[in-house]
């Protein structure tokens, strides 16, 4: 029985992880579902439990569009049978909002 405290929502939204742990990095992945408390996303590597992500979602269908930088930890990292990633689930603790002339700072394209 599925015992989570918030509705999760299946979308498939371009995932930019900025930092994992105290390493800097920069990938695109795509969420699987999202939701008030977190994300789950399919990632070609493995990211370990326990670790904190900088990362943010972008939201489609808005013109410019919606981008909300995230910071969590990560809660599960698995490998599926049927996937050739992993799926990872991670808490989105802290979030805010970020115009497009911040994007420059962050080394992405508006």
Same mark, same amino acid.
């Given at each position: 029985?599925?015992?989570?405290?918030?509705?999760?929502?299946?979308?498939?939204?371009?995932?930019?992880?900025?930092?994992?742990?105290?390493?800097? %990095?920069? /990938?695109?992945? &795509?969420?699987?579902?999202? @939701?008030?408390?977190? =994300?789950?996303?399919?990632?070609?590597?493995?990211?370990?439990?326990?670790?904190?992500?900088?990362?943010?979602?972008?939201?489609?269908?808005?013109?410019?569009?919606?981008?909300?930088?995230?910071?969590?930890? %990560?809660? /599960?990292?698995? &490998?599926?049978?049927?996937? @050739?990633?992993?799926? =990872?689930?991670?808490?989105?603790?802290?979030?805010?909002?970020?115009?497009?002339?911040?994007?420059?700072?962050?080394?992405?394209?508006?």
């Amino acid at each position: 029985m599925d015992q989570r405290r918030t509705q999760r929502y299946k979308l498939q939204l371009p995932l930019h992880i900025f930092r994992v742990g105290d390493e800097h %990095v920069y /990938r695109i992945e &795509k969420t699987r579902d999202i @939701s008030s408390g977190g =994300v789950c996303f399919l990632s070609a590597s493995e990211i370990v439990v326990g670790e904190r992500l900088d990362y943010m979602i972008t939201l489609s269908g808005s013109n410019p569009p919606v981008r909300i930088r995230c910071l969590g930890k %990560v809660l /599960r990292s698995q &490998k599926p049978e049927q996937n @050739s990633g992993y799926e =990872v689930a991670v808490t989105m603790e802290r979030y805010c909002f970020v115009k497009a002339e911040e994007l420059s700072e962050l080394a992405i394209p508006a």
